[in-house]
């Protein structure tokens, strides 16, 4: 198989309110970031800290049904107190082009900046599941039905650990 190619840095969405929204760079030294793997029947959230520049696996939401995703997160955000949410934004591994759910991560970007006012970036999330499932499989999870449960979870504490890495350069 071959190795990942280099992911590009995180960057701001653009949202309806340009304001509400801090850039990379003006994230405080501390505090909690919620990191998301969105797929359209389950969410993928992970948690890390901007001092220690560590993501840690959450938890898996697994809903299609909005109403049901955002009082989970929203459970989550009311638990964790975030300073700033990253979801991942999936591209075609050639890197030249966004993935046909991009346009839906995007939108669910612009729905937790609307719902809950804190910061959203965008982070490459290329080869994130593949990424997490090659975990798995080292760490001898068998079979696929108990990875499967730990997946999405782990793919979001990579996007969230390729985000802090590349905060934490932006900021040096």
């Known amino acids: 198989m071959p190795e990942p190619a280099a992911t590009a840095a995180p960057t701001l969405i653009q949202p309806p309110v340009q304001s509400l929204i801090q850039s990379v760079c003006t994230l405080p030294a501390r505090g909690c970031v919620l990191g998301f793997d969105f797929g359209?029947?389950?969410?993928?959230?992970?948690?890390?800290?901007l001092e220690t520049g560590l993501a840690t696996p959450l938890t898996?939401?697994?809903?299609?049904a909005n109403a049901a995703r955002f009082t989970a997160i929203g459970e989550l955000i009311e638990q964790w107190q975030p300073v700033a949410l990253v979801v991942g934004l999936p591209h075609h591994t050639n890197g030249d082009s966004e993935h046909?759910?991009?346009?839906?991560?995007?939108r669910f970007a612009n729905q937790l900046h609307g719902r809950y006012h804190l910061p959203v970036?965008?982070?490459d999330e290329r080869y994130s599941s593949i990424e997490a499932e090659r975990q798995l499989?080292?760490?001898g999870i068998k079979p696929w039905q108990r990875r499967k449960q730990q997946l999405d979870a782990l793919a979001a504490q990579i996007i969230l650990q390729h985000f802090?890495?590349?905060?934490?350069?932006a900021a040096a």
């Open 121 to 123: 970036m965008l982070c």
């Open 164 to 169: 802090l890495e590349s905060h934490r350069h």
């Open 100 to 106: 046909e759910l991009g346009s839906r991560c995007r």
């Open 137 to 139: 499989r080292d760490a």
């Open 40 to 49: 359209l029947a389950r969410i993928g959230i992970a948690t890390g800290e």
């Open 60 to 64: 898996t939401v697994h809903a299609e």
